[in-house]
């Protein structure tokens, strides 16, 4: 028995984590207010472009916040771990899905313990295998 998709979360984008308070002015003046709608406003590379040249910041900024949106889609991930997963090299939610839960959750744990220094706050690994799951659900088409 196959499962429905998932729901892609939307979040204010005052909650993604990395940007400055006059990053999130600049976005919510061009009418970017969840990362679902920057998603939306930066999906091709001429789009990023332009975005990036509206906000004065180099392009890879964009692509940052647009993966770390990408990743916040997941349900279980939010803004919360999207940062945490960009650092151990996720990308994309397709990146997410691909993954085998024990190899992510060693890479998550180890990052968590040298970002944060609490082990103990660290996402379990049947956490990671509910990210991957909710990805998979997210990726298909």
């Given at each position: 028995?196959?499962?429905?998709?998932?729901?892609?979360?939307?979040?204010?984008?005052?909650?993604?984590?990395?940007?400055?308070?006059?990053?999130?002015?600049?976005?919510?003046?061009?009418?970017?207010?969840?990362?679902?709608?920057?998603?939306?406003q930066a999906q091709t590379p001429h789009q990023r472009?332009?975005?990036?040249?509206q906000v004065d910041v180099r392009p890879q900024i964009?692509?940052?916040?647009?993966?770390?949106?990408?990743?916040?889609?997941?349900?279980?991930?939010?803004?919360?771990?999207?940062?945490?997963?960009?650092?151990?090299?996720?990308?994309?939610?397709?990146?997410?899905?691909?993954?085998?839960?024990?190899?992510?959750?060693?890479?998550?744990?180890?990052?968590?313990?040298?970002?944060?220094?609490?082990?103990?706050?660290?996402?379990?690994?049947?956490?990671?295998?509910?990210?991957?799951?909710?990805?998979?659900?997210?990726?298909?088409?």
């Open positions: 028995m196959t499962q429905p998709p998932v729901s892609p979360q939307n979040w204010p984008i005052v909650q993604l984590p990395g940007l400055s308070p006059q990053d999130q002015t600049q976005l919510q003046a061009l009418g970017i207010t969840t990362t679902l709608q920057l998603l939306h472009q332009t975005l990036a040249q964009i692509q940052k916040w647009v993966a770390l949106a990408d990743l916040a889609r997941i349900p279980g991930v939010g803004c919360q771990y999207c940062g945490l997963l960009l650092h151990g090299g996720m990308m994309s939610v397709g990146h997410v899905a691909d993954s085998q839960a024990p190899a992510l959750h060693r890479q998550v744990s180890r990052l968590h313990q040298v970002l944060l220094k609490r082990r103990d706050l660290c996402p379990s690994l049947g956490e990671v295998q509910h990210w991957i799951t909710q990805a998979r659900r997210l990726n298909r088409p």
